[in-house]
């Protein structure tokens, strides 16, 4: 009969082993599993797609993640979205650039444009037009951001509107080898030498 008690208490033993294997793991949200509560995974997805947008230094957009998700009930990532609400509005405090004029705001989005971060140019001659809405320079960028990124509808557009804002940009754009792209479009030539 000894061996039967050995036998239950090796049982037990297996029994207490199988159920803690068996437990759901921790996870930063909590005890819940995201995947058993549809609503925490699509904020939990929701928290990390906004740290992305932190780490690529996308403040502003960040923020409002974060905000959205604040405003949504984030349980016990609150103290942490605040945190990162905090962090994302001094880093926007700190980027915020100032320009001396006009040109020098459009000489900062051409650099931009330039080392690739399209987006970002765009937003710059954007807020160059809300402050100057005569800067055909900032239509100019656009047309040119516009033909790097494979957009010959928009970047036809924005040369039209410089163009007609200052024709001496017909000009420029003729020798331009950013429109390289766009030379063998019949609507660009049209646009550039219009006499022929």
């Not at 320009?99 to 937003?123: Q, T």
Request: charge should be negative; charged fraction near 30%; glycine fraction near 4%.
């Amino acid at each position: 009969m000894r061996l039967q008690g050995e036998t239950k208490k090796t049982m037990a033993q297996t029994a207490k082993t199988v159920t803690a294997s068996k437990r759901s793991p921790r996870t930063i949200a909590g005890a819940v599993s995201p995947a058993d509560d549809p609503a925490q995974a699509q904020i939990l997805a929701d928290y990390e797609a906004a740290v992305r947008l932190m780490q690529e230094g996308k403040f502003e957009k960040a923020r409002s993640s974060f905000e959205k998700l604040l405003a949504a009930g984030a349980g016990n990532l609150s103290d942490r979205i605040r945190m990162y609400i905090s962090a994302s509005t001094t880093q926007l405090s700190r980027a915020k650039a100032s320009f001396a004029s006009h040109e020098e705001h459009y000489d900062y989005a051409v650099s931009l444009l330039n080392d690739g971060h399209y987006e970002d140019a765009r937003e710059q001659f954007q807020e160059i037009l809300k402050h100057k809405a005569d800067a055909d320079y900032a239509f100019y960028g656009l047309a040119v951001l516009a033909s790097m990124t494979g957009d010959s509808h928009t970047c036809l557009e924005h040369l039209t509107e410089a163009i007609r804002r200052n024709p001496r940009n017909r000009i420029q754009a003729r020798s331009d080898s950013d429109f390289q792209d766009m030379a063998d479009d019949p609507r660009f030539t049209e646009l550039l030498y219009p006499e022929v």
